[in-house]
């Protein structure tokens, strides 16, 4: 989080439908960086689910946990995200300008493969990566920033 919060103050952007209560959420971060805290303060931060975000490289993005609109394990209440099994339009989404320059870098890698396997595989990593580069635009076309959003 306070990365994420170093990241918006230096003009970072981020996008997902938990962008703004990630921005809210990283306002908050260096009130914690660096400082010594007892073990009821940790588990105290540790129970307020706007105060964590779960990277997920994986799959580029990361999660802002909520239990209730998880998509990952429905109907199922856990504590932590089930970031292996990550759905594409939860709720709690956060994607960073990093993320979305991954998105590129992958989707150019999976070009170059495309060029050198059997037509459907190559079919299928030229898919997959106008996929990432969807992604990737949705990014730019909606990041939000701490100027555009000064909340
Ligand atoms: S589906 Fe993905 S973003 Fe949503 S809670 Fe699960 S891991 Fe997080």
Do not use: W
């Amino acid at each position: 989080m306070t990365d994420l919060h170093d990241d918006l103050e230096t003009g970072g952007g981020v996008s997902g439908p938990s962008a703004r209560r990630a921005i809210n959420a990283a306002a908050q971060a260096p009130r914690f960086a660096g400082t010594v805290i007892t073990a009821t303060t940790a588990r105290r931060l540790l129970a307020n689910e706007d105060a964590l975000l779960y990277d997920n490289p994986h799959v580029l993005l990361l999660c802002h946990y909520r239990r209730e609109q998880a998509l990952c394990h429905r109907g199922v209440p856990r504590e932590t995200p089930s970031l292996d099994h990550c759905v594409d339009g939860c709720g709690n989404v956060v994607r960073t300008d990093q993320h979305a320059d991954q998105l590129h870098d992958r989707a150019d890698t999976l070009d170059k493969r495309a060029t050198y396997v059997p037509q459907p595989l190559a079919e299928r990593f030229r898919k997959n990566a106008n996929r990432l580069r969807a992604l990737a635009d949705e990014h730019d076309q909606t990041r939000i920033t701490l100027a555009k959003d000064p909340a």
